[in-house]
C-alpha cells in the first residue's frame, strides 16, 4: 500500500481515495496504532524504513535528546532559586 490509495472494502463508502501517512517508524511508541491499522507487527512497522528516513530519524532522535538535556537544565536552575 502506497501513501496515496483507493479505499476498498467498507471504507469505499466513504471515499474513492484514502491517504496513508504511516508507512514505517523507528520510535516504537508501545501506544501507536499505526502497525495494528496496516495489519503489521511492531516489528515489521519497524523495521521497513526506506534508507532515507532513517537519517530523517536519527537526527529526530538527537534533537529529542538535546531537548530533553535543557529541560534537564532548566529544572535544576529553577531548583536553585
Request: overall charge negative; proline content about 4%; charged content about 25%.
Amino acid at each position: 500500500m502506497g501513501v496515496l490509495y483507493q479505499s476498498g472494502g467498507r471504507a469505499k463508502e466513504y471515499c474513492e481515495w484514502a491517504v496513508n501517512l504511516y508507512e514505517n517508524c523507528s520510535y516504537g511508541c508501545l501506544y501507536c496504532y499505526a502497525p495494528l491499522a496496516l495489519h503489521k507487527t511492531r516489528e515489521e512497522f519497524m523495521k521497513a524504513l526506506p534508507p532515507e528516513m532513517e537519517e530523517y530519524t536519527l537526527a529526530m532522535e538527537k534533537l529529542d535528546s538535546l531537548q530533553y538535556a535543557n529541560h534537564q537544565v532548566r529544572l535544576q536552575l529553577a531548583q536553585r532559586k
